[in-house]
């Protein structure tokens, strides 16, 4: 059973405009959640976090919104650049249980020029 | 820093043979993960270490892979023997909870074909 779901296996954004990656979770005791942005043949970079203490984290360009009543939650990136053309993986951990992150399969979001 | 460091970067070997993967953390961080990629089962945790000792490792596949971690800047994973449907890209990732939340850094990953 898969805890962690990114039920978009792609997504193709013109450059500037905003992508929206989405990410559905199963498991209540979740509280704490990342993103991840990986190329090929390197490991993945971690690009933002957010609590369940709150539904809105923003980093530069990007900002996670966390809906915790939904078990949802998404990755904005906002202007999209080409140099996001990326796989992008979140994951997802039980705090007080420890770090045993679960991640999701993966979103591939490519950038148009 | 240089970041957290795994070698070899690839590695091909014939079915039975033992593979050894290094990972050195990022220093001061005080967890570090194992996980495996495949195309068929994505990004999986094998095993995590808190200060050097096992935490979680009901993700290790079966008695042929064991982890170690002698000490903070150090750990190894062992597939013995090995066979062709360990092939992946095994990762492994360090992080602190000093401070704000949780900052998880990866490496860069040994590729694992086994033959």
């Known amino acids: 059973d898969q805890q962690v779901k990114q039920n978009s296996p792609s997504l193709s954004v013109q450059e500037g405009r905003i992508s929206i990656l989405n990410c559905d979770y199963t498991?209540?005791?979740?509280?704490?959640f990342l993103w991840y942005k990986k190329y090929p043949a390197e490991g993945p970079t971690f690009l933002i976090s957010?609590?369940?203490?709150?539904d809105k984290n923003e980093d530069g360009r990007f900002t996670v919104f966390l809906n915790k009543s939904a078990k949802h939650l998404s990755l904005h990136i906002v202007p999209s650049q080409p140099g996001d053309s990326a796989v992008y993986f979140c994951?997802?951990?039980?705090?007080?249980?420890?770090?045993?992150?679960?991640f999701g399969p993966g979103t591939r979001l490519s950038v148009l020029p | 820093d240089a970041g957290v460091i795994q070698s070899p970067r690839h590695e091909v070997t014939e079915m039975g043979q033992e593979v050894t993967l290094r990972c050195k953390p990022i220093?001061?961080?005080?967890?570090l993960f194992w996980y495996r990629q495949t195309m068929m089962r994505g990004l999986e945790l094998l095993i995590y270490?808190?200060?050097?000792?096992?935490?979680?490792d009901s993700g290790m596949p079966e008695d042929r892979f064991s982890a170690k971690m002698p000490n903070a800047s150090f750990s190894t994973l062992k597939i013995q023997p090995s066979e062709p449907r360990d092939s992946a890209v095994y990762f492994c990732?360090?992080?602190?909870?000093?401070?704000?939340?949780?900052?998880?850094?990866f490496g860069p990953g040994t590729r694992l074909t086994v033959t």
């Open positions: 990732a360090s992080t602190t909870t000093a401070g704000l939340g949780i900052q998880q850094y």
């Open positions: 498991n209540s005791m979740f509280d704490y």
């Open positions: 957010i609590s369940s203490i709150k």
């Open positions: 994951a997802a951990s039980d705090y007080n249980y420890g770090q045993n992150f679960v």
């Open positions: 220093s001061g961080h005080d967890y």
């Open positions: 270490f808190n200060n050097n000792v096992p935490i979680d």
